[in-house]
C-alpha cells in the first residue's frame, strides 16, 4: 500500500514551503473532509489541487466559479432526446473524485447551494432524481479573501460543509527564492508531469487509509475534551 508521505513528497515537488497547508488538506483527505482554501491570487492553491489529484491518481475536474455560472452547469440536468422522444440525464463535472471549485466566492450563493446536498449526501438530484456520486468525492474550493473586487460571501449553511478553512499565506524568504529559482529552470505549472509530479497512490489505498484511520481509539476523556470544546462555542455570553 502506497504512504501518505510520498503524496507529501510529490506536493513538495512543486509547492516551496506550506508544509502546514499541506499537513491539513492531507488530514481532510485521510477523513473524507472537504477543504476551503483561502488566500490571496498567485499563491499555488489551485496548483497544490492538481498536484494532489496526480499524486492519488484520482479523476479529477475543474470548475471555473465565474459571475454567470448558473447550477446546472456544476451538477448537470435533463435534456430532451428527440429521437427517443425522452428526457435524458447529462451529468455535470461534479461527477467525479476530486473537484477543484477554483475562486468560489466568485460566483452568487445560488449556484454556490449547487455543491450542498453532494457535499453533505454524496448525490445530487436532477429532476426529483436522486444520482449517487463516485467513491470517493472530495471538493477542494478556492477563494480569495472576501475584500477583493467581485467576490461573494459564501453562505453559512456552505460554510459547514467544509472540515477546514485552510488560509494559505505568502511563502517565507527561503520558499521565496526557492520558486523564483525553479521558474528559471523552466518550471511550468501547467504541465505537472514535467515538473516530476508521479501517480504514487490510488483510490484503493485512499479508502484503505480512511478505514485505518476509522481504526485508532479514541480515550474518553479525549472525547469529553473536544465535546466541551464545541459546545463551548455555542455559549455567547
Do not use: C
Not at 115 to 136: F, K, R, Y
Not at 219 to 224: E, F, G, I, K, Q
Amino acid at each position: 500500500m502506497a504512504s501518505v508521505q510520498a503524496v507529501r513528497e510529490q506536493l513538495q515537488r512543486v509547492i516551496a514551503g506550506q508544509e502546514e497547508v499541506i499537513d491539513q488538506i492531507l488530514v481532510a483527505v485521510l477523513v473524507g473532509g472537504h477543504v476551503l482554501l483561502e488566500g490571496v491570487p498567485g499563491l499555488g492553491k489551485t496548483l497544490m489541487v492538481r498536484a494532489l489529484a496526480r499524486a492519488l491518481r484520482v479523476e479529477f475536474r475543474r470548475i471555473q466559479f465565474t459571475p454567470d455560472l448558473m447550477p446546472a452547469d456544476v451538477i448537470g440536468t435533463s435534456v430532451f432526446d428527440p429521437r427517443e422522444v425522452t428526457f435524458r440525464i447529462r451529468r455535470g463535472p461534479i461527477f467525479t473524485n476530486l473537484l477543484l471549485a477554483d475562486e468560489i466566492n466568485r460566483t452568487p450563493p445560488r449556484t454556490q447551494a449547487a455543491l450542498l446536498e453532494a457535499m453533505e449526501e454524496g448525490q445530487v438530484t436532477i429532476d426529483g432524481e436522486s444520482l449517487p456520486l463516485p467513491e470517493p468525492f472530495l471538493v477542494f474550493a478556492t477563494q480569495n479573501p472576501i475584500e477583493h473586487e467581485g467576490t461573494y460571501p459564501l453562505p453559512e449553511a456552505q460554510q459547514d460543509r467544509f472540515l477546514l478553512k485552510v488560509l494559505v499565506p505568502y511563502p517565507d524568504e527561503a520558499a521565496e527564492r526557492q520558486i523564483l529559482q525553479r521558474h528559471l529552470e523552466g518550471f511550468r505549472a501547467r504541465d505537472l508531469a514535467a515538473a516530476g509530479v508521479e501517480p504514487v497512490a490510488g483510490p484503493e489505498d485512499l479508502m484503505a487509509w480512511r478505514e485505518a484511520v476509522r481504526q485508532v481509539t479514541v480515550a474518553p476523556a479525549l472525547v469529553d475534551y473536544v465535546h466541551t470544546i464545541v459546545r463551548a462555542t455555542r455559549q455567547w455570553s
